[in-house]
């Protein structure tokens, strides 16, 4: 706890954002923003469509001048840094996807030593050493002379990473990082950035929607709320109920459980389900989404059902009828509410 | 690690080999422009007049030191001043149909040259054309091109988006347009037909004297193309990611513009405006030398726009006939099938 305050890699207390008007006629976008990160943590920054993760970000990564408070980057108020300073300490990665024809990824990672080339961009030993090294840590290697625009989506994220590794900075943000990406894609980035952060000491923050891998992987999260930001580990904020509050949505609730959001079902009928393993699981969930509730056997029940394998065995007043799958089962059950 | 430093020279080779081969077609296509004309020289007779001008015939060392060797050292110089002011319009704006006018250096020129031939000669008479002479279309020309320019650094010093900047150049260029389409309405048809001719443009009417001011000019400019090359290569990403690299926005957007208002604008004060050449020739850079990096593409481009300017003036002579073609048709019938089928071959030709 005592190298805290010297760990903070970045630290708010109190801070807005938003856009500087005339006359302090700002646009405040979020205020009273008082989080931090310590060296090495993986910080996830989560919140609802705009409410101000972007501006959060573009604001930390010196695109954007803060408005009020205290906005520190290694110590140090953001705004007496010069560009070239924080490109040093900081590097980052939007979310636009770069479509450039005849740039080979190992062109593309060098841009990365931008900051420390001579006027002609010249490389030096160390920086092909560096860029090599940097295609390495997100898996591309042998992908040097491939041109970006030849590249999956999933694979040209990686590329933009490794450019921001070859930036050598102590803090690395993301802009949405997987917002294009597949389920697989939007993992593998992610458990990338958990391993930079971990391994490689960096302070890597990222934004997403996706929570399940941010739960998973995220040492720490940013939850913008409606009315505040709150920050702790992924555990901890679920607990608290903070999660609760992300979405404003009547649809929505927060499955402690599961650590997902699921949409609200309007249950209409109640179900006694015989059966085990994972095929009553997925019976249940099936059924749940069909408006049935699973009760306990002593409950009373509209209708019965009994799992056997891939069979599914429905009781319903004096009827008894067999299905081969799911599929079948649930258009009988919508059939029965017409 | 030696494996590694191997094959990026191997990537780059196949640049290099392509710039070496360019490098070799413009002295030989600077020959044949030489070689081309309304009066047929035979080649001995030129490169005589070229290395042994005492021994050789008066009359074809005039013709050859005079306006053939002035025509086709004007076309180099424009086709890689424009085609390096093309790239550089593509890079920043991250827009393949960029070009050096697009932020409205040349109808600047345009309207300093419509105010001196349409203006002028309206009041004073068709005599002041004759009097303030062709430094006098000059001199309109850049101080048009220079005005604009000095609006838009002051544009791009106070608006932080790109793409802002692009549409405002427009806009300006559209709105000098239809001043000059004023000032053409309302002058005499001689006035008009002498500001229709300077549109079309000309390779033909740079005097040695010109190329003294021509020259440094173009120099000037492409020297900064080639220190900005690494501005360009960040410019690339966009400008936030520019940004995050550490580079000074500002400071590196007028580099680039002045770098590109004084090629496309002495250019255009001396020749005219020639279009088409700094749209087409940065594609076929790419294309041919495959790499974003601009190191390589700043004197790819510079190599290729001369050759296709050179090509451009030998063909606009029409062999065999004494009559000669507006340098701007010429161009542009030439690079449009090009593009045309760059953008077929290659779908990925509207990103850069």
């Given at each position: ?6 760990d903070k890699?970045?630290?708010?207390s109190?801070?807005?954002i938003?856009?500087?008007?005339k006359?302090?006629?700002h646009k405040?976008i979020k205020?009273?923003?008082?989080v931090?990160?310590l060296?090495g ?5 989560i ?5 101000g993760?972007?501006t959060?970000?573009r604001?930390i ?9 205290d906005f ?8 007496t840094?010069r ?5 040093l300490?900081?590097?980052f ?5 770069i479509?450039v024809?005849?740039?080979s990824v190992f ?11 001579n006027w002609?961009?010249k490389?030096?030993?160390e ?12 898996g ?14 999933g ?7 490794a ?10 943000v993301?802009?949405?990082p997987?917002?294009f ?10 458990h990338?950035?958990?391993q930079?952060a971990?391994?490689?000491?960096k302070?890597?923050l990222f934004?997403t929607?996706d929570?399940?891998t941010a739960?998973?992987e995220?040492d ?6 409606e009315?505040?930001v709150e920050?702790?580990?992924?555990e901890d ?13 009547k649809h929505l609730?927060f499955?402690r459980?599961?650590?997902d959001?699921?949409i609200r ?7 006694h389900?015989?059966?085990e393993?994972?095929?009553m699981d ?5 059924l749940?989404r069909?408006g049935f509730e699973v009760?306990?056997?002593?409950d009373?029940?509209d209708i019965?059902?009994?799992v056997n394998y ?9 009827k008894q ?10 258009r009988?059950l919508n059939?029965?509410?017409? | 690690?030696?494996?590694?430093v ?8 196949r ?20 070689l081309?004309?309304?009066y047929y ?5 030129i ?5 042994r001008?005492d ?13 053939r060797i002035?025509?086709?050292?004007t ?8 085609s390096v002011?093309?790239l ?11 070009g050096?006018?697009?932020?409205g250096?040349?109808s ?9 031939v349409?203006g ?8 002041l054309?004759?009097?303030?002479g062709?430094w006098?279309?000059?001199?309109a020309?850049w101080?048009?091109?220079g005005l ?11 608006i ?10 427009i806009?300006i260029s559209s709105?000098?347009s ?6 053409q309405?309302f002058?005499n048809e001689?006035?008009?037909k ?6 079309m443009g000309s390779?033909?009417?740079?005097t040695n004297?010109q190329?003294?001011?021509l020259f440094?000019?173009v ?5 900064m193309?080639?220190?900005s090359s690494?501005f ?7 400008e936030?990611?520019?940004r995050s ?5 500002v400071?590196?957007?007028m ?6 208002a ?9 020749c005219g ?5 700094g749209i087409a020739?940065?594609h ?5 030398l ?5 190191s390589?593409?700043?004197?790819g481009?510079i190599?290729?726009?001369?050759l296709m300017?050179?090509v451009s ?11 000669t073609?507006p340098?701007n048709?010429?161009?542009a ?9 760059i953008?077929?071959?290659?779908k990925n030709?509207a990103?850069?």
């Amino acid at each position: 706890m005592k190298s805290d305050q010297q760990d903070k890699i970045i630290d708010l207390s109190n801070a807005s954002i938003g856009y500087l008007g005339k006359s302090k006629a700002h646009k405040i976008i979020k205020s009273a923003i008082s989080v931090y990160a310590l060296k090495g943590e993986l910080v996830a920054v989560i919140g609802e469509n705009g409410i101000g993760k972007s501006t959060l970000l573009r604001t930390i990564a010196g695109f954007q001048p803060y408005v009020e408070g205290d906005f520190r980057i290694c110590g140090k108020l953001i705004s007496t840094y010069r560009e070239k300073e924080l490109a040093l300490l900081m590097s980052f990665v939007s979310t636009e996807i770069i479509k450039v024809s005849n740039l080979s990824v190992f062109d593309l990672v060098s841009l990365g030593r931008y900051p420390y080339t001579n006027w002609f961009g010249k490389l030096l030993d160390e920086d092909h050493y560096l860029i090599e090294e940097a295609i390495s840590a997100v898996g591309l290697q042998g992908y040097e002379y491939r041109m970006v625009n030849h590249l999956s989506d999933g694979e040209r994220q990686k590329v933009m990473i490794a450019r921001s590794l070859a930036q050598n900075t102590e803090i690395i943000v993301l802009d949405e990082p997987t917002a294009f990406l597949d389920l697989s894609n939007k993992y593998e980035i992610v458990h990338i950035l958990h391993q930079l952060a971990s391994e490689k000491e960096k302070t890597i923050l990222f934004s997403t929607h996706d929570l399940t891998t941010a739960i998973a992987e995220s040492d720490r999260l940013w939850l913008m709320l409606e009315d505040s930001v709150e920050q702790g580990a992924p555990e901890d904020l679920i607990l608290n109920g903070n999660f609760d509050a992300i979405f404003h949505s009547k649809h929505l609730y927060f499955d402690r459980e599961k650590g997902d959001f699921r949409i609200r079902k309007l249950t209409k009928k109640v179900a006694h389900v015989h059966g085990e393993g994972i095929a009553m699981d997925w019976t249940i969930k099936a059924l749940s989404r069909n408006g049935f509730e699973v009760v306990n056997l002593t409950d009373p029940a509209d209708i019965t059902i009994i799992v056997n394998y891939q069979e599914w065995t429905v009781i319903h007043l004096t009827k008894q009828i067999k299905f081969n799958s799911l599929l079948s089962l649930c258009r009988y059950l919508n059939s029965l509410e017409r | 690690m030696a494996d590694n430093v191997l094959s990026i020279t191997n990537q780059n080779t196949r640049g290099y080999r392509v710039i070496l081969v360019f490098a070799f077609l413009v002295p030989l296509f600077f020959l044949l422009d030489l070689l081309v004309g309304s009066y047929y020289i035979p080649i001995s007779e030129i490169l005589k007049a070229i290395f042994r001008s005492d021994s050789a015939n008066h009359q074809v060392v005039l013709i050859i030191n005079q306006f053939r060797i002035p025509k086709a050292v004007t076309a180099i110089l424009s086709g890689a001043a424009l085609s390096v002011a093309g790239l550089q319009m593509q890079t920043v704006f991250r827009n393949p149909l960029a070009g050096p006018y697009i932020l409205g250096v040349s109808s600047g020129a345009s309207l300093g040259v419509a105010l001196l031939v349409l203006g002028t000669g309206g009041l004073l008479g068709g005599s002041l054309i004759s009097v303030a002479g062709s430094w006098g279309i000059v001199a309109a020309a850049w101080l048009g091109s220079g005005l604009i320019l000095l609006l838009i650094v002051i544009i791009s010093a106070r608006i932080k988006d790109i793409m802002t900047i692009l549409i405002l150049g427009i806009l300006i260029s559209s709105a000098i347009s239809s001043v000059v389409n004023i000032l053409q309405y309302f002058s005499n048809e001689s006035m008009l037909k002498s500001f229709v001719v300077w549109t079309m443009g000309s390779l033909g009417s740079v005097t040695n004297v010109q190329l003294a001011v021509l020259f440094p000019s173009v120099l000037t400019g492409i020297l900064m193309a080639f220190l900005s090359s690494k501005f360009l290569d960040a410019f690339l990403l966009g400008e936030n990611y520019a940004r995050s690299m550490g580079m000074n926005i500002v400071f590196a957007r007028m580099v680039v513009f002045l770098s590109t208002a004084i090629l496309a604008g002495s250019i255009t004060a001396f020749c005219g405006p020639i279009g088409f050449i700094g749209i087409a020739v940065p594609h076929i850079a790419r294309m041919t030398l495959r790499t974003a990096k601009h190191s390589l593409l700043v004197p790819g481009t510079i190599l290729i726009g001369a050759l296709m300017m050179l090509v451009s003036d030998i063909l606009s002579q029409l062999p065999g006939s004494e009559a000669t073609l507006p340098v701007n048709s010429v161009t542009a019938l030439l690079g449009i099938p090009i593009v045309i089928w760059i953008i077929i071959r290659n779908k990925n030709t509207a990103r850069l």
